[in-house]
């Protein structure tokens, strides 16, 4: 299986910006896309943005889009997700998660096999 490691998380303002990394390492020739979720408390964990490392495709969840950025470095197995104009809903722990097979557009967590430990994002008003 596929190892992931997210850093990157903290306490910034509303209206500020942070970079979340994914670092993966073991059997990374396996995974299809890394996508990253997020989960508050309460609440179910629900979908944020994923990539494929062939670049095939790129999505995001409607209440993202045009705030958050998804990239990836093939050479360094990592996932970014640049999040600009942060608000107080996006607080959470965030996730991500490694997919083997395609599904067209992985946005189901049943569509990932290997998840990392999370990373808690905190937003101030």
């Known amino acids: 299986q596929v190892q992931l490691v997210e850093s990157g998380g903290g306490l910034v303002q509303a209206g500020g910006s942070l970079r979340l990394s994914c670092a993966a390492s073991?059997?990374?020739?396996?995974?299809?896309?890394i996508g990253w979720f997020r989960q508050a408390p309460g609440k179910e964990r629900e979908f944020v943005a994923a990539?494929?490392?062939?670049?095939?495709?790129?999505t995001y969840a409607d209440s993202v889009k045009g705030r958050f950025t998804i990239s990836r470095d093939n050479a360094k197995y990592t996932v970014y997700l640049q999040m600009n104009s942060l608000k107080p809903e996006d607080t959470a722990v965030y996730y991500c998660?490694?997919?083997?097979?395609?599904?067209?557009?992985?946005?189901?967590?049943?569509?990932?096999?290997?998840w990392g430990q999370g990373t808690q994002v905190t937003v101030s008003t």
């Open positions: 998660a490694a997919a083997r097979r395609s599904y067209y557009y992985n946005t189901r967590t049943a569509d990932y096999d290997s």
């Open positions: 073991g059997r990374t020739f396996s995974s299809y896309a």
């Open positions: 990539i494929t490392w062939s670049g095939v495709w790129m």
